[in-house]
């Protein structure tokens, strides 16, 4: 794996993609390609894999750019909570990119156990588990009907989970778009479900 190689197309892609959201977000391209190597020039990029794999939508099969391409995640890494915050505002705003903030382990842990819980309690429904930072507590949600659903489980976050962890903040139409893409996840899982019950008929 040439690392350097997939840095300059990283960033080749990004700028690319800058450019093409510029103007519905009242930039000019030249703007967006002196903001996207800000964001690039703060950030440290390394690669999640030893090699890249052919790009496979797990959620949509019939996704026309499935075995198209090959693809590897990328982590880009930021000294300070306010640049990634920013960073990941214009990744997802300007260049249409999807991104996550990682949790610690210990608490991504517990987030899956709850997952667990409340699928018992809701088998047939897509489970969402949301961080409220402000609370320090993890609650489940189910969605039902195409709305979440509050499953009523509520724990709070030990503070052994939080050692060496940056509270990182997110505004709401991260977290609107993170409810979005899982919903968009949960109908198209539905209609496969109910696509292979019809054909059994």
């Known amino acids: 794996m040439n690392k350097e190689t997939l840095s300059r197309k990283v960033t080749i892609d990004l700028h690319k993609k800058g450019k093409m959201g510029a103007s519905a977000a009242g930039y ?17 990029l390394d690669f999640m894999g030893t090699s890249t794999q052919k790009y496979d939508n797990r959620y949509k099969k019939d996704d026309p750019n499935n075995g198209k391409f090959c693809t590897m995640p990328v982590k880009m890494l930021f000294k300070g909570k306010q640049e990634r915050i920013q960073a990941e505002q214009h990744l997802r705003k300007l260049c249409k990119v999807k ?12 987030i899956s156990a709850m997952i667990v819980e409340a699928k018992a309690k ?21 969605s039902e009907n195409n709305k979440w659903v509050d499953v009523g489980i509520v724990k709070d976050i030990p503070l052994t989970l939080l050692d060496r962890f940056e509270i990182q903040d997110a505004d709401d139409s991260m977290l609107e778009e993170e409810a979005e893409e899982a919903a968009a996840a949960a109908a198209a899982a539905k209609v496969t479900e109910v696509s292979q019950s019809s054909s059994a008929l």
């Open 28 to 44: 000019t391209s030249a703007e967006v390609e002196n903001m996207t190597d800000d964001m690039l020039t703060c950030a440290s």
């Open 99 to 110: 991104c996550s903030t990682p949790y610690p382990k210990g608490l991504r842990a517990m």
């Open 122 to 142: 809701k088998a047939n429904c897509f489970i969402l588990a949301k961080v409220n930072m402000e609370s320090l507590t993890v609650s489940t949600h189910a």
